[in-house]
C-alpha cells in the first residue's frame, strides 16, 4: 500500500495486513515529518491561546524540548516567542 505524507509529500510504500502493524511514523514517512507535524500542531494552538494572557497551555519545558527537536532535526533554523 502507497501512503503520500502530509508534511513533505513524499510517496512510503509498506506492506499492509489486515491486523497488522503501521510503520511507527504512519502517516509520516520519518520522524522529522511527525515532529513537523506536531511544530505546526503546536504552532496553531499557541496563536489560539495568544488572546487569553494567561492561558498557558503547554510548561517552558515542553516548548524547550519541542523547540530543541525541531532545531536539531534542521526543520527551523531559529525559533521565535510569537507572544507579543
Ligand atoms: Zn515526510
Known amino acids: ?3 503520500k505524507c502530509s508534511v513533505c509529500g513524499a510517496i512510503t510504500e509498506f506492506d499492509y495486513k489486515p491486523g497488522g502493524k503501521l510503520p511507527p511514523n504512519f502517516p ?3 520522524a522529522r515529518c511527525r515532529a513537523v507535524d506536531l511544530g505546526k500542531w503546536f504552532g496553531e494552538e499557541y496563536k ?10 503547554m510548561a ?5 524540548a519541542l523547540a ?3 532545531l536539531e532535526t534542521g ?10
Open 60 to 64: 517552558d519545558e515542553e516548548k524547550e
Open 1 to 3: 500500500m502507497k501512503h
Open 48 to 57: 489560539i491561546s495568544a488572546p487569553l494572557p494567561n492561558a498557558d497551555l
Open 28 to 30: 509520516f514517512c520519518s
Open 75 to 84: 526543520e527551523v533554523d531559529e525559533i521565535t516567542d510569537e507572544e507579543e
Open 68 to 70: 530543541e527537536f525541531l
